[in-house]
């Protein structure tokens, strides 16, 4: 479930609680967190609603000027039905605190190497967890699609990928493109010892 960086900030605020979203089948689950850049997001309850039965202050609470633009925003999936999502910012992210680290310990550095060898070791593609980290730390705010090109790499395969790095505190996303974090620097100039 995504979210421009303006609602984002406006669900931390506490100013949107709500959002609509048309899917054919419900993409997120009451009780779920969502990852965001602003921090973790909670869905406090989702229901299906028809577009008449959107009120005025659900538009409001949607964070949009008028229905028209909220329908207008649902336009993209027109097969499927209106989901009303009631949500709420939850807490910081962790991964920032993690990300942010700019020295670990021998034996977390150890554990993370044995993370990147074991979706190294899981993946079709082969090892590919340093080489797209030093790829990113080569081309800052890079896009997926021009990262994709310079790998030979799917771009829907990369992006679902680094995120991966990001869960484990390596890279930052960006609006546009993505950037090396100071832990995923860490970890490249520390290689894995030799056995």
Not at 60 to 87: H, P, V
Not at 158 to 170: A, D, E, Y
Request: charged share 30%.
């Amino acid at each position: 479930m995504l979210f421009k960086e303006k609602q984002l900030k406006a669900i931390k605020e506490g100013r949107v609680s709500l959002a609509f979203r048309c899917w054919t089948k419900p993409t997120v689950k009451k009780g779920s967190l969502l990852h965001t850049s602003v921090g973790v997001l909670t869905i406090l309850d989702i229901k299906e609603v028809k577009a008449v039965a959107i009120s005025a202050k659900d538009v409001q609470l949607a964070g949009f000027e008028n229905k028209e633009a909220l329908l207008q925003s649902l336009r993209q999936n027109d097969n499927g039905n209106i989901y009303r999502i009631r949500l709420a910012f939850h807490s910081e992210d962790p991964r920032i605190e993690l990300r942010s680290q700019t020295e670990i310990s021998s034996g977390e550095l150890q554990v993370l190497h044995e993370k990147l060898q074991r979706l190294d070791a899981f993946s079709k593609e082969g090892a590919w967890t340093i080489k797209i980290l030093k790829l990113i730390k080569k081309h800052p705010r890079m896009r997926a699609i021009e990262l994709a090109g310079k790998t030979g790499f799917e771009k829907d395969w990369l992006k679902i990928n680094i995120r991966k790095l990001k869960n484990l505190g390596l890279t930052i996303s960006h609006e546009t493109g993505y950037e090396i974090a100071p832990l995923g620097n860490y970890l490249l100039s520390h290689p894995p010892k030799e056995k």
